[in-house]
């Protein structure tokens, strides 16, 4: 069936510094979502990515969708002991309505 | 967004028996789902939760073990049926404006099976 995947599964981050999570679909998106669960929290939607290519920021967070809508990325700069948590990208296809979690890219910030 | 409320929030539960979790929300909303989340792992979607009719399972999922009820736009059940320990898990349910746009989580239910 359909799947995203996403990696790297952890990150370990020195507070200050960047990092990256992707996330890539074998098949064509119509969206992408990114969703952020703190520890013992529920996911909080952070952002949606439509249109090939797309580019998306928010404060320290930028997001990337591919131009085959078939990946994407979170990029994090000078990182905070604030962004600890695991970052899930889903995403829906054009013919599958549900939307589809990533394993998820949990991130540990080292002060 | 919307403000989603859970009960219970946890419950340690016996074998074979069942629980009903609850699910409100403020406002009136299109769509609810139920997901389940194993600890440290990602979301897996159960169902999709319709008004007024029979939802609509994934593949794995069934209405035997996990019947849900949703009588309005406010709010749903899910039920898990006969527990067993594999069932130990976090069932969180969302609601969104449609099936493509953003989806907003319920504070989730920690369920324990004995």
């Known amino acids: 069936g359909q799947q995203v995947m996403q990696i790297p599964q952890y990150q370990h981050v020195q507070e200050g510094e960047d990092f990256t999570t992707y996330c890539n679909s074998s098949t064509t998106l119509s969206n992408i979502q990114w969703y952020k669960q703190r520890p013992g929290g529920h996911p909080v939607f952070l952002i949606q990515?439509?249109?090939?290519?797309e580019v998306k920021k928010q404060k320290r967070l930028t997001f990337q969708f591919g131009e085959a809508k078939k990946n994407s990325s979170l990029h994090i700069t000078a990182t905070q002991t604030t962004d600890v948590g695991t970052y899930f990208c889903a995403g829906q296809g054009d013919s599958w309505g549900k939307l589809q979690f990533g394993a998820g890219t949990q991130v540990v910030v080292t002060p | 967004s919307a403000v989603i409320s859970q009960k219970p929030s946890r419950d340690i539960c016996q074998r074979g028996t069942s629980l009903t979790i609850q699910c409100q929300v403020d406002s009136q909303v299109t769509m609810m789902f139920w997901y389940r989340q194993q600890p440290g792992q990602s979301l897996t979607l159960i169902a999709t939760?319709?008004?007024?009719?029979?939802?609509?399972?994934e593949s794995g999922f069934v209405i035997d073990k996990f019947p849900i009820s949703r009588p309005n736009l406010t709010f749903s059940t899910l039920t898990v049926s006969n527990m067993s320990p594999e069932d130990s898990s976090i069932y969180l349910c969302?609601?969104?404006?449609?099936?493509?746009?953003?989806?907003?989580f319920g504070p989730g239910t920690r369920l324990t099976v004995l």
């Open positions: 969302s609601v969104g404006r449609d099936v493509y746009n953003e989806q907003f």
């Open positions: 939760a319709n008004q007024g009719s029979e939802a609509t399972y």
């Open positions: 990515l439509v249109k090939s290519g």
